[in-house]
């Protein structure tokens, strides 16, 4: 085993963006909205996450997990010495994505390959694949079901987005936004997810 993950698409060198898709989609479903950490029981998301070129260390949270910078894209100021500060709190934030999270439009115009990424991290994170292969993707954040519905519609699927009631204990929560669709393409990274498509 080379270490590499199975299913992570050829990176795409057409856009550059700012935070890896695949891990911006983790953090989007499954991350604090004001700050980079993530809760997640699947190690294999961590490793996905590293393999991008992330730091992620265990937090005292149950499932937590802190998401650090990429070390390769550190720069160097006139006297040689990197930069301070280039963890992912940090672009997240210079981004306007921390207390605010959504799929930023360079991410929604971007390769295939990446476009791909990202509903794979969103998918890992809130998605779901029952017996016969049928996704779907729920979220109370109905902008991040928007972005799902416009991933999968522009990787040629054919999604459905309806608005559904949530509750807990038998009272009404606020209302998830439910997207369904027929994927013919690995929607997920994660192995158990993936078996279900086969």
């Not at 990176?11 to 963006?17: N, T, W, Y």
């Not at 996905?48 to 992620?56: K, L, P, Q, S």
């Not at 006139?78 to 997240?92: K, Q």
């Not at 476009?115 to 954040?141: H, I, K, N, P, W």
């Amino acid at each position: 085993d080379t270490g590499e993950p199975h299913f992570a698409p050829e990176r795409d060198e057409r856009d550059d963006l700012p935070v890896d898709p695949y891990v911006l989609g983790v953090w989007l479903g499954d991350g604090t909205t004001t700050s980079a950490t993530i809760t997640t029981a699947d190690q294999q998301v961590v490793e996905e996450i590293r393999w991008a070129g992330y730091v992620a260390d265990r937090t005292s949270a149950p499932y937590g997990w802190r998401v650090g910078g990429r070390p390769e894209q550190r720069l160097r100021d006139t006297a040689g010495r990197y930069a301070p500060d280039t963890g992912l709190n940090s672009v997240l934030r210079a981004e306007e994505l921390l207390g605010d999270k959504h799929v930023p439009q360079p991410y929604l115009t971007a390769g295939p390959a990446q476009r791909l990424a990202l509903l794979q991290g969103l998918m890992d994170s809130d998605g779901y694949v029952d017996e016969v292969g049928r996704c779907e993707f729920v979220s109370t954040l109905e902008h991040l079901s928007d972005a799902v519905v416009e991933l999968a519609a522009s990787l040629g699927m054919r999604p459905v987005k309806r608005k559904k009631r949530v509750t807990l204990l038998g009272v009404e929560c606020a209302p998830a936004y439910q997207v369904r669709f027929v994927p013919h393409l690995p929607v997920f990274r994660l192995q158990h997810k993936l078996d279900r498509l086969a």
